[in-house]
């Protein structure tokens, strides 16, 4: 008999847990003490306020990266296969969506392993339904090119995209260059095309707002964690 | 000052309500008086689960479905304009996500009316979770076709987007037509083909599967609420 694989949400920034993970998902997160991880330091934090039923010192880290190679997440299977229930916790949010953890999930299936996903917070699904913008289809994307011309230039790809197949887009982007982004976005946009812009999500400072690009101009946003969606 | 809109998750079937909601979030909606919803027979029913402090039959239930008009959905504004707090809830998962929830939400941002998404079960993100086919980006269809040709056409195109983009593609279908759209995805899509069913989610009698499209041939689906993804 094999272990599930857990997968489970992380907060997106301090605050208590009761505000964005069920009771259940709290219970079960204690009673677990195997964890794959991508950065050990805040899955510490994080699983100290779980109040895990083993003591942290002894709970068993291991870490998937982008530096992690196939052979050694396929080893990272071991404690499941030995019948052991691990958890998947990725940085900020739901793990596997737009982080190497789908990689360990993918191998999961392929040994029969069950994979249990649970609820918590995803900055991209909360600030889908806060921006009004969220029809019948959306597309991730995950973070713009960094370089200035490409940037400019998938900008424009997916605003055409979104007016075309009625689509809304959603991306990210470091908060460093929030305002760098949101210039780039003002600059090749057309002034109606909707922009919405989700800083803080599930945070006391959440702040949420959806408006003609041409009424974001010169906004000041600060370099706290942004979701960005348009709809052209 | 005027009232916050709440957009509030709602269970994908019968289960603990402490499964797959955040305490906060419980209590949030039992403080509710006033709902936007999609159909008031299920909300009545999550709601009486919810423990709300106003009794049941003094709640402000107002419908908002695919025969609401622009002018009716202005007018759902009105106890919010009056400093209101006023829930959003749609059918099974996340509102305003793939539902007449999202012209509110957007309605509610030109009104400057603050809107506070809550975090709960969404079938779409806990599949891309769970199958492991989540990458950098992936898209959102809603329900594909019902005419045949046109299925087929859908599928294809797709599936080359998926291998083209190195994107994951996620849509839905009604229950009882499930067994036609998995026939379907066999016949159009290539043998090696990546693809991802996701039934029941945050039930009991979840099943999620991740294989390839040749090993999915003949495989019984039953009439139960599912996920597609697939990756090329």
């Known amino acids: 008999m094999t272990g599930t694989l857990y997968l489970v949400p992380s907060p997106l920034g301090e605050g208590p847990l009761e505000g964005i993970l069920p009771r259940d998902v709290l219970m079960r997160i204690a009673d677990l003490s195997c964890f794959v991880v991508e950065h050990p330091k805040s899955a510490r934090h994080f699983l100290k306020r ?35 229930d691990v958890g998947l916790i990725s940085e900020a949010g739901c793990p596997a969506v737009a982080d190497p953890g789908s990689d360990l999930v993918f191998l999961a299936h392929r040994k029969g392993i069950r ?3 649970l609820v918590g917070p995803s900055s991209i699904l909360l600030s889908l ?20 011309e490409d940037l400019d ?31 780039a976005l003002v600059e090749n946009c057309r002034g109606d095309t909707q922009l919405s812009i989700a800083t803080d999500l599930s945070l006391d400072t959440e702040s949420i707002m959806t408006k003609p690009v041409r009424s974001w101009k010169g906004t000041e946003l600060g370099k706290r964690p942004s979701v960005f969606l348009i709809k052209g």
Chains 1, 2 share one sequence.
């Open 50 to 84: 779980c109040k895990t039923k083993t003591p942290l010192q002894q709970i068993e880290f291991h870490v998937l990266d982008e530096h992690t190679s196939k052979m050694e997440i396929e080893a990272l299977l071991a404690p499941l296969l030995a019948g052991r």
């Open 115 to 117: 994979v249990a996903p």
């Open 129 to 148: 339904m806060a921006s009004g913008l969220g029809g019948q289809r959306f597309c991730f994307h995950g973070y713009l090119p960094v370089e200035k």
């Open 153 to 183: 230039k998938k900008i424009r790809a997916i605003e055409k995209a979104s007016r075309e197949r009625d689509e809304t887009q959603i991306f990210i982007e470091t908060p460093y260059r929030n305002k760098r982004l949101l210039d």
